[in-house]
């Protein structure tokens, strides 16, 4: 079972507390959630033990909240994701996305992410489970695939399996890299694969549109020009000789 703690001489930074209070006076439910979730997640890296609703106010001396607000902060507390609430003993504590403490834990996870063909985890992700998180992925460099997500905000990690390493022959290497394909689109593209017998990336976005593929345009001022209306006739009476 899940030790519940009381909270007695533990502090909440008095930031968070001033927080805290306006969030409460405001009926900011949303705000004071986040707030708490802050407070849970620096006891999950201090590895402290759940705690009881009474005792989350108590650390961000809230006693005099009224009943309807209390009730409905519990509620979505309760509901929230990011937090694991034990109905037994009513105690809450935070919940990463990723089960990991330790550096084993992290080498073990990618391995079966990689075995189970799961792909890889977010930085965000690693960083809100791991406190040491910055030195576990020095630690790691050598097992690592390092990416970067489509919209560039944050990267990703994959392990680097050493038996699936495959060495190429420069030559290849070259030849890859001559290849051009400007000007087409990538649905274009995976056409061309399917005609081969190769297999495309279900659910990736056609970017084309967006980077702007080069068409050619119509010269809409020389279409014009062959319209417009001769004002000059009388050029067209022979008046102009050519001396």
Same mark, same amino acid.
């Given at each position: ?31 004071? +959630?986040?707030? +708490? ?11 402290? =033990? ?36 034990? =109905? ?46 910055? =030195? ?8 690592? +695939?390092? +990416? ?84 000059? =006739? ?10």
């Amino acid at each position: 079972s899940i030790m519940a703690s009381h909270p007695t001489e533990e502090s909440v930074d008095t930031e968070l507390l001033e927080s805290a209070r306006k969030a409460m006076k405001s009926n900011g439910q949303v705000r004071l +959630i986040n707030i +708490i979730l802050q407070v849970l997640h620096k006891r999950y890296f201090d590895r402290k =033990t759940a705690v009881t609703f009474s005792g989350i106010l108590q650390l961000l001396e809230l006693p005099d909240m009224k009943e309807s607000f209390r009730a409905l902060v519990k509620k979505l507390l309760i509901n929230n994701p990011k937090i694991r609430y034990d =109905t037994r003993e009513g105690v809450f504590s935070f919940k990463p996305a990723l089960n990991i403490r330790s550096t084993k834990d992290f080498r073990n996870l990618l391995q079966t992410y990689e075995s189970q063909g799961k792909g890889g985890v977010l930085l965000s992700e690693v960083e809100e489970a791991m406190p040491n998180s910055e =030195t576990a992925l020095v630690k790691m460099k050598d097992d690592l +695939i390092e +990416i970067s997500t489509r919209d560039k905000v944050e990267k990703a990690y994959f392990y680097a399996n050493k038996d699936l390493t495959i060495e190429l022959d420069e030559s290849f290497n070259a030849l890859w890299r001559s290849v051009s394909v400007e000007g087409l689109t990538r649905s274009t593209i995976e056409a061309e694969l399917r005609k081969v017998d190769v297999d495309v990336l279900k659910g990736a976005k056609d970017n084309s549109q967006e980077r702007g593929v080069k068409r050619k345009r119509k010269d809409h001022g020389r279409r014009r020009a062959t319209r417009a209306h001769v004002s000059n =006739t009388h050029l067209e009476k022979g008046y102009l000789h050519d001396y």
